[in-house]
């Protein structure tokens, strides 16, 4: 393993890295790590991936089998398995470092179909790293080094690399992976399902029609690939992702137990102790204690939990830092609508579009906040009821953050960020709490009441229309509507007709007329939800405001085509990066905004 690569991916991983030492780059699928002290145990379900080691040791253990991989060593996993691993060496003046990258099953079929067949056997899941491994994730890396050849060379370096990977010690095992169909790719399309829509009941029957096999069948293969059955599966997704809630979001035990899915707290103790070796609340402190070490010790930017506490409850959310010396500027960031969390993220949909503006932000030296809205993930302990809900609601939850923001020195200006239907709340919550400077990003220009109308008009039989005009125009106008058709009852139900009301008197065109800050108006043009038209719209009832099409980027800020089938899977896969000119187009006016 060549000096060059290290010094390549440690050079990154430096400025880079969150708190948590990891630095995920704009090469979907590409991570670099870095630890300065040993860890403790890190339970997680690994995906197919290369994890190249370059500094340190670490040790996994995947089933019955436990490896140690020290430097010049790659570790191969090839299928969704429970690992426990843990870094043995490292220092902060020899950190560990590793680069990992995702296998793509796709580009494997396509090199698997084209090469010629290696022996099967059994190989070990560390071996020596080939050097046209090496070289090529060296070429990777350096692209990094030079962002405007990201996009353009990016995409046969990581074919390459692939290449290699089939082409040398771990190929035999890799290439199970590529096959046609095979048992493999069937159970992963079942754990795509399971990791999407863990916190919800899913019976074996669906996760066995996803991967197109009989009961028995599934059961047999699942436990083949992944050592687990497919409840235990789930088990260990949301036991995980309950502990990260606890860690990395400050949210107690009870709020991450229903957050994951648990209608039990006593359940989840008892099982949660069992996996992890102790009580939710004392081990999520144990591991905070840690934690804080490595926090002050890390010399980039990096995120940390941060709480809005009101009278109702707990709204939890992440604040990510910028690596910088002085206040800075401070955005916050409000999803859009429904139980999209502060990632950007929703029920079987995961594609970490606000995490990722996040952390794009800090590393051009703008910090920001994204939160969960109440009622929704770590902030589900919080949520009124159905019928006590309002729009106002989140608009006061809005203003309370910006307050509690304004009140920091850290930070130099507090600006507002809205997404989608967030765009709504911040455009209020920045007026009302003053903001320093507002981002509209796939915002609408109408009314809601307006859009719906519009999106059901094709949907619906005449007399069914008829009924749902009835209704729309008795909300719009203030009042209740009675006697709602069953078939409609899912859009207007009595206990959701208040919160309709309260969110209908809203008109976008009409609410930014009154805003005095610096405004940017961010669209897609591959933006399939919301139309360039909405954006003009605003753009006409406020002139001065600043209209920014970014070329290519689509409703959940991936760079996409405009066919809806080719952009479906950036709405539930994080490895693709934003449109290349969002966060230096909204960095570069916050920043201007600041100092004006």
Not at 18 to 27: R, Y
Not at 431 to 436: D, E, F, I, T, V
């Amino acid at each position: 393993m060549t000096e060059t690569l290290l010094n390549t991916v440690r050079r990154y991983v430096d400025a880079h890295a969150n708190a948590a030492g990891l630095a995920q780059t704009p090469i979907a699928g590409l991570t670099t790590i870095r630890a300065t002290a040993p860890t403790g145990l890190l339970h997680a379900i690994a995906r197919p991936l290369v994890c190249l080691v370059l500094q340190g040791s670490k040790e996994v253990a995947m089933g019955n089998e436990c490896v140690t991989y020290h430097p010049g060593d790659s570790l191969l996993i090839t299928a969704h398995v429970p690992t426990i691993s843990q870094i043995t060496r490292a220092s902060l003046d020899a950190p560990y470092i590793s680069l990992v990258l995702d296998l793509d099953p796709a580009v494997l079929a396509e090199l698997t179909a084209q090469m010629m067949a290696l022996p099967r056997v059994d190989d070990p899941p560390v071996e020596p790293t080939d050097a046209e491994v090496a070289d090529t994730a060296l070429r990777l890396m350096r692209l990094l080094e030079r962002p405007a050849s990201v996009p353009v060379l990016h995409a046969q370096l990581v074919r390459e690399l692939h290449y290699w990977l089939l082409a040398g010690r771990h190929g035999a095992a890799i290439r199970r992976l590529g096959g046609p169909d095979g048992h493999a790719q069937r159970v992963a399309r079942a754990v795509t399902l399971l990791r999407a829509e863990f916190a919800q009941p899913l019976p074996v029957e669906r996760l066995a029609a996803t991967a197109g096999m009989s009961r028995s069948s599934f059961h047999h293969h699942f436990r083949a690939a992944t050592s687990l059955s497919p409840l235990q599966f789930q088990k260990h997704l949301r036991l995980i992702e309950a502990r990260r809630l606890m860690i990395s979001d400050g949210v107690s035990a009870s709020s991450a137990a229903f957050a994951v899915g648990y209608e039990s707290v006593s359940q989840f103790t008892r099982e949660y102790g069992r996996m992890f070796g102790l009580p939710p609340m004392k081990d999520a402190e144990a591991i905070g204690q840690r934690t804080h070490v490595c926090v002050s010790a890390c010399a980039a930017g990096y995120e940390q939990a941060i709480v809005l506490r009101t009278a109702k409850g707990e709204i939890a959310g992440t604040l990510s830092l910028p690596k910088a010396a002085g206040p800075v500027p401070v955005a916050l960031i409000g999803a859009g609508s429904g139980p999209t969390d502060r990632d950007g993220n929703g029920p079987g949909l995961r594609n970490d579009s606000l995490r990722l503006l996040a952390q794009g932000l800090a590393d051009a030296g703008v910090a920001s906040v994204r939160f969960d809205k109440r009622g929704i993930a770590a902030s589900v302990a919080a949520g009124p009821g159905e019928a006590d809900l309002r729009f106002e609601t989140y608009i006061a939850d809005a203003t309370a953050w910006l307050a509690m923001l304004k009140a920091d020195k850290r930070f130099s200006s507090v600006s507002v960020i809205g997404h989608s239907e967030g765009a709504l709340i911040g455009m209020l919550a920045a007026k009302a709490g003053n903001a320093r400077a507002y981002v509209s990003i796939a915002g609408v220009g109408r009314g809601a009441s307006a859009v719906l109308r519009e999106q059901l008009a094709p949907a619906l039989a005449s007399p069914l229309a008829r009924e749902s005009e009835r209704i729309l125009t008795a909300l719009e106008g203030g009042r209740e509507a009675g006697n709602v058709p069953l078939e409609l009852a899912a859009l207007y139900r009595a206990s959701v007709q208040p919160y309709l009301i309260s969110w209908f008197k809203y008109v976008p065109a009409t609410v930014i007329k009154d805003l005095k800050m610096p405004v940017l108006l961010v669209q897609g043009s591959t933006d399939l939800q919301v139309p360039l038209s909405e954006a003009e719209l605003l753009h006409k009832a406020l002139p001065a405001a600043q209209l920014v099409v970014v070329p290519g980027m689509n409703h959940v800020l991936k760079e996409a085509p405009l066919e809806k089938e080719r952009q479906a899977a950036t709405y539930t896969d994080p490895k693709f990066p934003l449109a290349p000119t969002l966060v230096p187009t909204i960095a570069g006016f916050l920043r201007k905004a600041s100092k004006d």
